[in-house]
Every structure is written in structure tokens, then in C-alpha cells.
């Protein structure tokens, strides 16, 4: 271990900490997506709950990621204890209430229950990936984290890949329409900005920047130019199976490259800053 | 009010470890874990080098992002300026860690031991479970502090108050005081020297100072020797 002015890459969170925010986000994405596209009347009822529950076992599969991350796991509900100041308690409380939501939402699906438990699922959800972001902002050890752009970044990229989820489904749930599909769109391009705003944030930091360019390459690339241009084309096919088709594939490659990319910020971006010494020490007899 | 801070004279450190040692000695920390480090650095670039040996560890900061991100509030601040951690809360998450600008926290797995797997007989006497598998980090000997203070002892100029690490210091250029007190060692090193704390544009107000120089519009400061001297009645 290199112990000096040379930032290393953090060793505390490894890949079942990243799964958190990668699977963790997308879930909570994709509840948020389904559920704000079943208040527009644009989700398939038949496939909600199938959608809501796969959402809710992404979030779950990230929290038991960062329970096996856990020195003492038997202690995991202390993890409660602090919400006054720690965004770990609030993602988990936001976690907890937007499970049970989401559970009444996909079983009271078509109720008059509905539209309440939506809006409420899509509140909790945006909570989530709020959280999410906040927490990786608070870790002022880690540059890329801390920056202030990362809440959004983080935001953004958990809707996108949420609604890219949505969208990989489609020909199996039924028909987005053309004004899903240009909210699709929105949301990357949103993404885009954040990504910027976070790339500029962090370019000071040459060796961050460096250890994320190849995954922001493939976010700008294949998360964004690409499933814009497929959106467009699937726009002007309309309904068909091949718009359906070439929207499933802008989903798959939004989702993809924005999970990658997070994952780099979360394993290979997350240099600390290493010990800094302002001033030298001045010994001996001065002139 | 009482700010228990440290004090490293950048110019007296020789990078010999001992504070290290006895840290470890002190607190009993696994192989792999050390509470109070001495960084080697090298600045610049040939010919123009410079080697510093900087004590680094738990900065006790004013506002430490550890205590701010802990979910369990294990991590706390007393009121003069130590941060602790109840092993019996912490879920070790980590999140402390990666939070810390300093690098000061640690999560050991599995206990461990100098010599493989067995445990040595003074391993097996001090090795605390309690400790396994959480955050630790420095504790600038806070049971020491508290029992000195408790016997009226001031720590940093009582042995038996002080910190293990600015005990053992061979140069003396460790020192534990109350920032609080204007007449404190800690106060009047800082008053008579050029200082900084490190990261201090992050805002964590680290509780750990580096002299770098003498401030000669100061007038001079005495050795920390003759302040502990003086604060003993010896000089």
C-alpha cells in the first residue's frame, strides 16, 4: 500500500457496495418509471406488478450486497439509528418505506388505491436515489464522490437505467408511447448533463479523470448517442415490432452503460486524496 | 472548555516509529493496523528534493465527516474535541472510512495475529473481540487521558495522562495539550511556530497541527522540552 502524497484507490467499498448503487438505482429507477408511466396510463396494467417486483429485487439484491458487505451483519438495523445527520439512515428508511409501497402498489394494481400508492412509490423511489447520491457526496475522503455534482449524476443515472430497464421490456409488457419514448430521451440527455457537470467537477483531479474517461466515453457513446438516435428511428417507425424492437435496444444500452459507469465511480474512480503537506519543514541555520 | 489537540514539529521528527510501537503497545492493535503512522514523504523531483516524516492518524476533527455519515452513531465527539467509537454500535459498514479524508480508520475482518493463525500469549491477554470486524482508530489514549484527568493530572505534561505515542516520541516532536488553555504546551507551540492541518480546505477543522517553522515575528518560543519542564515546576 502506497502511504503518501499519491491518491490510491479506496479498498473499504469494493463490488458489493458498487452492486448497491448499481442495482440498488436501477430498481428504484425502474419502480419510479413504471409507476409514474401507470399514473400516465401508459404501462400495460397486466405487467405493472411483474415490473414493480423485478424493481424491488434489484433494490433488494443491492441491499443484500451491502449486507454481506458488513462487518456485523447481525447489527444491520442499527443502521436506523442515525437519520439526523447520515445518508446511510436515510437511504435505508427511504429503502424500507418504498418497499412497502411498492409491495401494496403491485398488489392493489387497477384499485382505487392505485394512483395514490404511484405517486407515493415514485416520491419514495426519487427519495432512494437521492439518498444514494447524497451518501457518495458525503464521503469528503473521496473526490469523485464528494463532488457536487455526484447527487444528480447519481439521480439521473438511476431513473435512465430505470426507464432503460422499462424500456428493454417493452415488447414483452406492451406499448410505451411516443411521449414515453421522448421522456426516455429526456432522461438520457439529462444524464448527459450531469455526467458533464461531474466531469468538469472532477478534472483538477487528473487520475480520477482518468480512471473514469473510459466508462464516460461508453456513457456518452453507447448510453447516450446511440440510444438517442434509436429513440428517433423507433419514434418515426411508431408501434411496430421494430420500433418496439429498436426501443428495447436504446433501453438495453442506456441501462448497460449507465451501470458500467457507476460501477467505475464506485471501484476505479474512487481515489483518495492521499496525505497532503503544505509546507516542508524549514531545519537548520537559515542564511 | 477543553480542545484536546496534538501538536507534530515537522522539523524534530526523524521517522523513527516509535510513537508506532507504542501505539500498537498501547492499544494493542492487530498486524496491518496502526492507529498512529509515520509517513515517509518525498516532495519534488531530483535535484530538488525534500523528506519529511509526517505523524499521521485520527485527526479528532471539529466536524468530522466520520460521525456526520455514521448510520448507527457510534462515532461521536465529546465535548473536548476526542472522537470515539462504541464497538458494540458500529455495523462495519465502512462508510466512516471512506469518508475520512485521512485515512485514519481501519476494519479488520478476522482476528489476526503477529504469528499466523495461534495467537501469542500477550495477544491472547489483550486481543479484544469487541474490536473485530468494526471501525477503530486512534483514540488518543482517551481511558489514559480520562484517568489522569480524573487524579488531577494534565495531559500532555503527565505521563500518566498522556498519549502513549507523545510519551514515547524520542525527539519530542509529539505534544498533547489543550487548545483552550492560552498557557497550554500545545498553545504556546503554535503561537511561537509557523503551523498548518492537513486538508484544511475541506472544512473537517482537524484537531492535529504540523510546525513547519519558526515564526520570528513571534519572538521565539521555547523548546516543548522546557515547556513540559516548566509545567512540571522544573524549570
Redesign the interface.
Known sequence: MN???RPWV?Q??DLRAAANFTCGGAGAGLIAWTAAMALAGTSAAAGVPALLLAGLALVGIGLGC?AL?????L??L?????PR?????RE?IAATLLVAVTLVLAWGAGTAAAPAAATLAVVLALAFVWCQGR?LH?????PA?RSSATPALMAATALTEGAGLWWLTAPWHGQGTRAALAGFGVLIVLRLIAWLAHRRSVAAHRRVAAALAPAGVSLGALGTLAPLALIVVAAMLGDGAWGLALAALAGALAFGAGAAFKLALILRG?F??G?????????GTRA | MTRWTMVA???RCVGCQTCTAACKHANATPPGVQWR?V?D?E?GEYPDV?R?F?P?GCQHCDDP?C????????TRKRADGIVTIDYD???????C???????ARY?T?HASFAYGGAPAANERQRHDPAR???ATKCTFCVERIDRGVAAGQTPGVDPDATPACVNACISQALAFGDLDDPASNVSRLLAGN?H?R???A?G?GPGFH?????DDAAGGVPALQQLVAEAQGLA
Open positions: 502511504y503518501g502524497p479506496q473499504h467499498w451491502v458487505e458488513l462487518g456485523r451483519p447489527r444491520a442499527n443502521v436506523f439509528r442515525n445527520t447520515s445518508w446511510m439512515s435505508a451518501m458525503a464521503a469528503r475522503g473521496i464522490w474512487s483518495n486524496q496525505f497532503a503537506v503544505e509546507r516542508m519543514p524549514v531545519r | 514539529d515537522l522539523r503512522r509517513l514523504l516532495v525534500q519529511a509526517v499521521v465527516p460521525m456526520t455519515v455514521c448510520p448507527t452513531t457510534a454500535l458500529c455495523i462495519g459498514c465502512s462508510y472510512a471512506v469518508a475520512c479524508p485521512y485515512q476494519k475482518d473485530v470486524a468494526v509557523r498548518f492537513m486538508h484544511e475541506l473537517t504540523y510546525l513547519w517553522d519558526r
